[in-house]
Protein backbone atom coordinates (compact mmCIF):
# COMPACT_ATOMS: atom_id res chain seq x y z
CA UNK A 1 0.00 0.00 0.00
CA UNK A 2 2.84 2.10 0.52
CA UNK A 3 4.57 1.82 -2.28
CA UNK A 4 1.19 2.48 -4.34
CA UNK A 5 0.77 6.03 -2.44
CA UNK A 6 4.28 6.75 -3.21
CA UNK A 7 3.71 5.60 -6.84
CA UNK A 8 0.92 7.86 -6.88
CA UNK A 9 2.61 11.00 -5.19
CA UNK A 10 5.25 10.54 -7.51
CA UNK A 11 2.71 10.62 -10.88
CA UNK A 12 1.03 13.57 -8.99
CA UNK A 13 4.52 15.59 -8.99
CA UNK A 14 4.40 15.14 -5.16
CA UNK A 15 7.63 14.95 -3.27
CA UNK A 16 8.38 11.65 -1.09
CA UNK A 17 9.66 12.14 2.35
CA UNK A 18 9.98 15.39 4.52
CA UNK A 19 6.29 16.16 3.47
CA UNK A 20 3.74 15.87 6.15
CA UNK A 21 3.27 14.20 9.61
CA UNK A 22 3.41 14.98 13.22
CA UNK A 23 6.07 16.26 15.84
CA UNK A 24 8.67 13.87 16.89
CA UNK A 25 9.84 14.34 20.14
CA UNK A 26 13.69 14.78 21.14
CA UNK A 27 16.75 14.21 18.75
CA UNK A 28 17.39 11.52 16.27
CA UNK A 29 16.77 7.85 17.83
CA UNK A 30 12.94 8.75 18.62
CA UNK A 31 10.68 5.47 18.69
CA UNK A 32 12.95 4.59 14.90
CA UNK A 33 15.21 1.85 14.50
CA UNK A 34 18.44 3.06 14.46
CA UNK A 35 21.87 1.34 11.86
CA UNK A 36 25.36 2.29 11.58
CA UNK A 37 26.22 3.23 7.90
CA UNK A 38 29.94 4.03 6.97
CA UNK A 39 29.99 6.63 4.08
CA UNK A 40 33.57 8.13 2.98
CA UNK A 41 35.58 7.85 5.66
CA UNK A 42 32.95 8.33 8.75
CA UNK A 43 30.63 6.20 10.39
CA UNK A 44 26.66 8.07 10.95
CA UNK A 45 24.15 6.81 13.35
CA UNK A 46 21.03 6.73 10.74
CA UNK A 47 17.41 6.39 12.21
CA UNK A 48 15.69 3.98 9.77
CA UNK A 49 12.28 5.76 7.71
CA UNK A 50 11.39 2.45 6.04
CA UNK A 51 7.26 2.84 6.23
CA UNK A 52 4.50 5.81 4.44
CA UNK A 53 4.16 7.47 7.83
CA UNK A 54 7.70 7.46 9.17
CA UNK A 55 9.02 8.88 5.42
CA UNK A 56 6.59 11.54 5.63
CA UNK A 57 7.21 13.01 8.50
CA UNK A 58 11.12 12.60 8.35
CA UNK A 59 13.40 15.04 10.26
CA UNK A 60 10.09 17.71 10.03
CA UNK A 61 10.33 20.15 13.49
CA UNK A 62 13.62 18.78 14.93
CA UNK A 63 16.12 21.93 16.00
CA UNK A 64 18.94 19.85 15.64
CA UNK A 65 20.79 16.91 14.67
CA UNK A 66 23.79 15.52 16.41
CA UNK A 67 27.09 15.31 14.70
CA UNK A 68 27.40 12.10 12.75
CA UNK A 69 23.78 11.36 13.21
CA UNK A 70 20.90 10.90 9.86
CA UNK A 71 18.29 9.42 8.76
CA UNK A 72 17.33 6.88 5.94
CA UNK A 73 14.68 6.35 4.19
CA UNK A 74 13.93 2.90 2.88
CA UNK A 75 11.54 2.46 -0.59
CA UNK A 76 9.95 -1.39 -1.08
CA UNK A 77 11.88 -0.70 -4.48
CA UNK A 78 13.87 1.78 -6.29
CA UNK A 79 12.22 4.61 -8.25
CA UNK A 80 13.09 8.27 -9.26
CA UNK A 81 13.16 10.23 -5.71
CA UNK A 82 11.98 13.43 -4.86
CA UNK A 83 12.25 15.34 -1.68
CA UNK A 84 11.42 18.64 -0.14
CA UNK A 85 11.93 20.28 2.95
CA UNK A 86 8.60 21.54 4.86
CA UNK A 87 9.10 21.94 8.32
CA UNK A 88 12.28 21.28 8.31
CA UNK A 89 14.65 23.47 10.02
CA UNK A 90 17.78 22.01 9.95
CA UNK A 91 20.12 22.33 6.52
CA UNK A 92 20.73 18.81 4.94
CA UNK A 93 22.87 16.86 2.40
CA UNK A 94 20.59 14.35 0.67
CA UNK A 95 22.46 11.43 -0.38
CA UNK A 96 20.49 9.10 -3.41
CA UNK A 97 21.76 5.51 -3.47
CA UNK A 98 20.92 2.66 -5.76
CA UNK A 99 19.50 -0.86 -4.82
CA UNK A 100 23.18 -2.20 -5.66
CA UNK A 101 24.57 0.64 -3.09
CA UNK A 102 25.82 2.83 -5.57
CA UNK A 103 25.43 6.95 -4.70
CA UNK A 104 23.86 8.18 -7.43
CA UNK A 105 23.88 12.23 -6.39
CA UNK A 106 24.43 14.19 -3.16
CA UNK A 107 22.25 17.45 -3.03
CA UNK A 108 22.20 20.06 -0.41
CA UNK A 109 18.63 20.93 1.05
CA UNK A 110 18.13 24.24 2.44
CA UNK A 111 15.63 24.62 5.76
CA UNK A 112 11.81 25.59 4.85
CA UNK A 113 12.18 25.42 1.36
CA UNK A 114 9.02 24.01 -0.04
CA UNK A 115 9.49 25.15 -3.34
CA UNK A 116 12.53 23.42 -4.39
CA UNK A 117 12.29 19.74 -5.35
CA UNK A 118 15.34 17.75 -4.42
CA UNK A 119 15.48 14.55 -6.75
CA UNK A 120 17.21 11.33 -7.51
CA UNK A 121 19.75 11.22 -10.62
CA UNK A 122 18.19 7.63 -11.17
CA UNK A 123 16.42 5.14 -9.94
CA UNK A 124 17.42 5.81 -5.85
CA UNK A 125 16.20 2.64 -3.15
CA UNK A 126 16.96 4.46 -0.61
CA UNK A 127 17.86 8.32 0.34
CA UNK A 128 19.83 9.31 3.31
CA UNK A 129 19.74 12.74 5.02
CA UNK A 130 22.93 13.89 6.83
CA UNK A 131 23.86 17.70 8.94
CA UNK A 132 24.80 19.77 6.19
CA UNK A 133 28.36 19.34 4.89
CA UNK A 134 28.41 16.00 6.54
CA UNK A 135 28.56 14.34 2.79
CA UNK A 136 31.42 16.55 1.89
CA UNK A 137 33.47 16.59 5.22
CA UNK A 138 33.43 12.58 5.25
CA UNK A 139 34.22 12.57 1.35
CA UNK A 140 31.21 10.95 0.16
CA UNK A 141 31.06 10.60 -4.03
CA UNK A 142 28.69 9.89 -6.70
CA UNK A 143 29.85 6.28 -8.04
CA UNK A 144 30.91 5.30 -4.60
CA UNK A 145 29.56 1.81 -3.49
CA UNK A 146 28.49 1.56 0.07
CA UNK A 147 27.01 -1.14 2.57
CA UNK A 148 23.11 -0.97 3.45
CA UNK A 149 23.06 -2.42 6.33
CA UNK A 150 20.72 -5.68 6.75
CA UNK A 151 18.63 -4.51 9.39
CA UNK A 152 17.54 -1.22 7.06
CA UNK A 153 17.67 -3.39 3.60
CA UNK A 154 15.47 -6.01 5.20
CA UNK A 155 12.71 -3.54 6.55
CA UNK A 156 9.37 -3.36 4.72
Known amino acids: M ?29 A ?9 SREFVCEVAATEQSRERGLMHRKSM ?3 H ?3 FVFERAQDLSFWM ?12 NEAGRVL ?6 PFD ?3 RTTSLGAAKYAIELNAGAASTAGVQPGEVIAIPDAAASVR
Open 86 to 97: RNTEIPLDIVFV
Open 32 to 40: LPTVTIRLG
Open 114 to 116: EWT
Open 66 to 68: PQH
Open 2 to 30: AMLAAALALAAGMPIGCDRGGTPTGAVGA
Open 105 to 110: NIESMK
Open 70 to 72: GMI
